[in-house]
Structures are given as C-alpha cells and as structure tokens.
C-alpha cells in the first residue's frame, strides 16, 4: 500500500525549477516505485501522465517511449508513464500493447493532483511530461491537450 497523503494539489501545472515532489505508486506488477528511488539511479528521470489506458494518443505515446527507451538509456534517464488506472489495468495493457516502461497507477489521483496535471471533468490524470534532474528539481514540463502527443525528440532535447 503506497501513502502520499501529504502531498499538496497544485492548481496549475508544476514548473522548471519547482522541487519535484516525491511519491511512491505501485507498478503494473504491483511493485512500489517512488521517485526517490528512481533518482537514487542516477540521471535524470522523465514522468508521462496520461489519462487512460487502451486510448488511441496514450497507447501510442507509451509505444513510442517504449521504442526510444535507447535514447532515453543512453542519456542515462529513466522513463515510467503515471495514469489514473489500477495496476491491473495497467498490467493488462502492457500484456497487449508493445509497452515495455513501468507504468505506476495513481489511483487515488493524489500524484496528478500534486504535478498540477488533474483533468477534474473527467477524474483522471491530464497529459503531461516532467523532467527531473538527478537533483529532484524540475528541469522541463510539457503539459498538453488530451489529444496531443508528445515529440520524444523535444523530451530527448532536455534530458542528459
């Protein structure tokens, strides 16, 4: 069971310069992963919300990570997609889709709400992308309409 009980929702998206605030989630295979953790790795670390599991844009952009992960290895960053989905769920998907990154479910919406990346109308996560340096602070943030994926090249541009 993860706690990010004393996290505080951000009305606007978090911003370049802002401590990355930290959590721990469960992953598709019901592993906790917290950014604190994956900081402890080195590098820089990129977080891909995304609204839902088995929709058109966030099976593509968790494909396209997936097929850059290279990239992102050889700059020494760290990808994992965050949704408002179960595990399950996000399990599920992985096993259907050409999806190899952690995805971590934030299914009481609390790291979302903490990122300034909540979509209220529809109770899930909005789209965005973070980069975090090794430090914890925030390097870059894209936050994006639901339908608009993000160009792994700009990611590329501010990781490494």
Known sequence: MTANANLKTRETPIAAGDKAPDFTLPDQDRN???LKGLL?????VVLSFFPLAFTGVCTSEME???SDISKFKNR???VVGISCDSWATLKAFTDASKIDIPLLADMHREVCKAYGLYWPDLNVSSRG???IGSDGV???VSAREPGNQIDNAEVLSHVG
């Open 129 to 131: 992308t973070i980069v």
């Open 64 to 66: 396209c990570f997936t």
């Open 138 to 140: 925030v390097k870059w």
């Open 76 to 78: 020494n960053t760290t």
């Open 40 to 44: 402890a790795k080195g590098g820089d």
């Open 32 to 34: 906790d992963v917290s």
